[in-house]
Structures are given as C-alpha cells and as structure tokens.
C-alpha cells in the first residue's frame, strides 16, 4: 500500500462520542486525501491536504475535520460520530494535486457508529 | 457497463477471456481518467491512467480506451486470470481539483 498506514483498521463507537483516525505515510508526498466508501457509491472526498497545515474541504465535509501537522501524518475527526458516517474511511496521497497524477490509497479503517 | 454514482454491476469471465469493464462519465471537459482495481478488504490499486489528449493507453495486460466523443472510458483485461478478480472502477477529473470516482464494476473470473 505504497508506504500508507492507517489506524486503526476497524473501530465500533457510540453516536455522540469523537473518533479520531490517523494517516501516516512515509513517501514524504505533498497531497493527502480522506475519503469514505460506501455501497452504491464511488469514493467521496471528505478533506484534503496540499501541505503542512494546509486543508481544504471535499465533496462531504459536513461533520468532519482534518488536521496536518507534519508531513507524514493527516488526522480525520469526526466531532461527534452519528450513524450516517459507518463507513469504511481510505486516505491516500499523491506527489501533485490528484487532478494531474496517481493516488495511493491506504488499507482503509472501517469504522462502525452505533 | 457502469456510470459514475450508479450501483455495483457485474462482470462474470472464463479464466483465460479477455474483460471489457465500461465506463460512461459525465463532463465532457474532463481531462484525466484513472482506472483502480480493489480487491476485498483492501484499499483501491492504481491500474492505469489517460489524458485527454490520447484515445488508447496501453500497460501489462490491459489496455484503456478514451472515446470523448460519447464520453466514455473502458478497460481491456487479456487473458483474464483469477487473480483478476476484484471491483474495478474509473475517476474522472472534473476540473478545480474535483476527482469523482465511479462505484465500480465487479469482475468474477470463473476457472
């Protein structure tokens, strides 16, 4: 998975409560992505990262923040977790924007909100 | 064939076939197509990419058609092996950093 991890991998919560997932990648690339999968639709876009401390929001942002304080590293919270957001989350990188090249996707976390 | 945002269609091959995965997209200004490849459990796997600029863009063992005529995007696979066997879905570059990925095509390759 291209130097991309992600943790956790799977995490069960309860509504209301805040969840935080954590990118790291160790490719040193300038773009990083939070998406989430669901069935029925192609990945959606939730943030995104263009450098250390700059974000910008995606497709679905409502709900979600993102944090870059270091290179390798690109956090997700979810402020407070609500059913709709069960959803398996993928991050990925990319060298430039993801309009002009590759992107590399992690393992995904699958999380559940109950 | 799949659309972008449709449901999951299916795709079932001989071992040994070629695979023909379709793909319509919908701006006619888009100008980057990407196909991935998920295995179950796993996170999407670059294939292949193409520019608008080309119609045919050829790797190991597969191969990608640009048709912006119809708008649309397909993906060969020969000699279709079982570990061939995945979701396959295209994204398009809509402009302004807008990637948007389809739902997918699922490839079952029979024995």
């Known amino acids: 998975d291209a130097g991309i991890t992600q943790s956790p991998r799977h995490k069960v919560t309860e509504t209301g409560t805040p969840v935080t997932l954590r990118c790291h990648q160790t490719?040193?690339?300038?773009?990083m992505y939070w998406y989430r999968q669901d069935p029925g639709h192609g990945l959606r876009l939730i943030h995104y990262s263009y450098g250390v401390k700059d974000t910008d929001k995606g497709e679905v942002s409502d709900g979600y923040s993102v944090s870059r304080s270091k290179t390798e590293d690109f956090l997700l919270t979810l402020e407070s977790a609500t059913s709709s957001q069960t959803s398996v989350y993928f991050c990925?990188?990319?060298?430039?924007?993801?309009?002009?090249?590759?992107?590399?996707f992690g393992p995904g976390t699958r999380l559940t909100v109950l | 064939g799949e659309s972008v945002g449709l449901h999951l269609p299916t795709l079932s091959v001989q071992e040994g076939d070629n695979s023909i995965i379709n793909c319509a997209y919908s701006?006619?200004?888009?100008?980057?197509f990407i196909w991935y490849k998920q295995e179950s459990g796993k996170g999407p796997q670059f294939i292949i990419d193409i520019r608008s600029n080309m119609d045919k863009r050829q790797g190991q063992r597969v191969t990608v058609l640009l048709n912006k005529t119809v708008k649309h995007l397909s993906l060969q696979i020969a000699a279709t092996q079982p570990g061939d066997s995945a979701v396959y879905f295209c994204?398009?570059?809509?402009?302004?950093?807008?990637?948007?990925f389809g739902a997918g095509t699922r490839l079952t390759v029979k024995p």
């Open positions: 994204a398009e570059n809509k402009g302004n950093n807008d990637m948007r």
């Open positions: 701006n006619s200004a888009s100008d980057y």
């Open positions: 490719e040193n690339h300038r773009y």
């Open positions: 990925a990188i990319s060298e430039q924007d993801h309009s002009q090249s590759t992107q590399y």
